[in-house]
C-alpha cells in the first residue's frame, strides 16, 4: 500500500490541472461502451446461436474490456508507451527496471493513481482533504 500511496502522491502533483482532460476522456469511455452496447444487441439479434454466449455475458465482457482499457491504457503524454519513451530517451528505465515492483506492476499503480487522482479532482478536493495526502 505504501508504494501506491507513492505513486498517488507523485500524480497528485503533475495531474492537477487536468480535469477537462479526464472529463472528456470519461465521456468518451461512456460513449465507446455505448457503441459497444449497441453492437453486441445488433448482433445477438440478428443471430443468438452465432456468439455461443448469452447478451448479458458479451455486454458484460465488453464494458470491463473498455473499462480496464481506460485504466491501463491512457491516452496522452501519460500513457505507458509514452513514459517508457522518455524514459528510454533520458537514460532513466533502468532504475524503473530495477525496483524492487515489477514494471508492469509500476505501469498498473500509476495509471491507477492517475485515475483516482483525477476522480478526485473532477468530484471535488473533499477526498484529497480526508486523506491527507
Known amino acids: 500500500m505504501r508504494c501506491y500511496r507513492a505513486f498517488l502522491r507523485q500524480q ?3 495531474l492537477r490541472l487536468y480535469r477537462f482532460e479526464f472529463v472528456v476522456h470519461i465521456l468518451y469511455g461512456c460513449l465507446a461502451m455505448y457503441g459497444a452496447r449497441c453492437l453486441w444487441s445488433a448482433l445477438h439479434a440478428q443471430n ?3 456468439l455461443g454466449r448469452s447478451l448479458p455475458d458479451m455486454i458484460t465482457y465488453a464494458m470491463l474490456a473498455m473499462a480496464l482499457d481506460m485504466i491501463f491504457y491512457p491516452a496522452g503524454d501519460n500513457a505507458v508507451y509514452a513514459y517508457m519513451n522518455t ?3 533520458s537514460g532513466s528505465i533502468d532504475t524503473d527496471l530495477l525496483r524492487p ?6 505501469m498498473l499503480y500509476r495509471n491507477a493513481s492517475r485515475m483516482a487522482r483525477q476522480a478526485s479532482a473532477s468530484c471535488g478536493r473533499k477526498w484529497e482533504k480526508s486523506s491527507g495526502l
Open 12 to 14: 497528485i502533483s503533475s
Open 48 to 50: 443468438p446461436a452465432l
Open 87 to 89: 524514459q528510454v530517451k
Open 101 to 106: 515492483m515489477g514494471f508492469q506492476r509500476q
